[in-house]
């Protein structure tokens, strides 16, 4: 159950797109279309955004999306706001009855 | 609505143990899978365990087998974490959160606060 890996940071300016990468393996994100995202400002509890790779859970804006190839899923962020900046965390099932994090990806809106 | 209201944590001498709970409410609480996550002081989110809605199935991290242990008793709609040989890395945040499908942790505790401390 290693964590999954994502870029450390990742920067943008208001009113452009950052991509996020969560790489895993084939026996996780590679093996299921499980892959959940998450948004945690400072302080407080996560944040469900996305879920099954590309859905997004009602009241979250269409500005984040989701994607997935092989063992790498990504979420995208367009139209950058202010609000946007966060911690974002991917997680993906990675058996019949466990799951993993990655490490997490701190997005700052210069 | 739904509601998570996690509590049991506190100071702690290594080798110690503590009961973390959870208290649901606002959903019907034996339907749904609840994972506990952890997340130690300016690290990010780790998975600890999960157990499924009629709590016979659970499962926890590798590195924290034989000394986490998740249960629930749903006549009180509530959820535990019995952590033993308490280590100084055990530190963290500790949060509760449903499932409402696969890999889906819709709604969020606030956390409660184990520090592991001589």
């Known amino acids: 159950q290693s964590a999954l890996t994502q870029p450390r940071s990742v920067s943008g300016s208001p009113g452009q797109s950052v991509a996020i990468s969560c790489t895993g393996t084939?026996?996780?994100?590679?093996?299921?279309?499980?892959v959940s995202w998450y948004q945690q400002h400072p302080g407080k509890a996560p944040k469900f955004i996305i879920y099954?790779?590309?859905k997004r859970p009602s009241g979250v804006p269409d500005r984040f999306s989701g994607s997935k190839s092989g063992n790498t899923a990504s979420l995208t962020i367009s139209g950058l706001q202010a609000e946007d900046e966060a911690d974002y965390y991917c997680?993906?099932?990675?058996?019949?009855?466990?799951?993993?994090f990655g490490g997490g990806t701190k997005l700052t809106v210069l | 609505q739904v509601q998570l209201v996690e509590s049991g944590g506190g100071v702690v001498q290594p080798g110690g143990s503590l009961r973390l709970s959870c208290a649901a409410s606002?959903?019907?609480?034996?339907?749904?899978?609840i994972h506990w996550v952890r997340q130690a002081p300016g690290k990010g989110l780790q998975w600890v365990a999960a157990?499924?809605?009629?709590?016979?199935?659970?499962n926890h991290a590798d590195s924290l087998k034989g000394r986490f242990t998740i249960s629930r008793d749903n006549s009180k709609s509530t959820l535990y974490l019995q952590i033993n040989s308490l280590r100084l890395e055990d530190t963290a945040v500790y949060y509760c959160?449903?499932?409402?499908?696969?890999?889906?942790?819709?709604?969020w505790g606030q956390g409660t606060l184990v520090a592991v401390s001589s």
């Open positions: 959160s449903i499932d409402g499908g696969v890999s889906q942790l819709t709604s």
């Open positions: 606002g959903f019907t609480f034996s339907t749904y899978g």
């Open positions: 157990i499924s809605g009629d709590g016979h199935i659970t």
């Open positions: 084939s026996s996780d994100v590679g093996a299921y279309n499980y």
């Open positions: 099954d790779v590309t």
């Open positions: 997680f993906s099932k990675s058996g019949a009855f466990s799951w993993v």
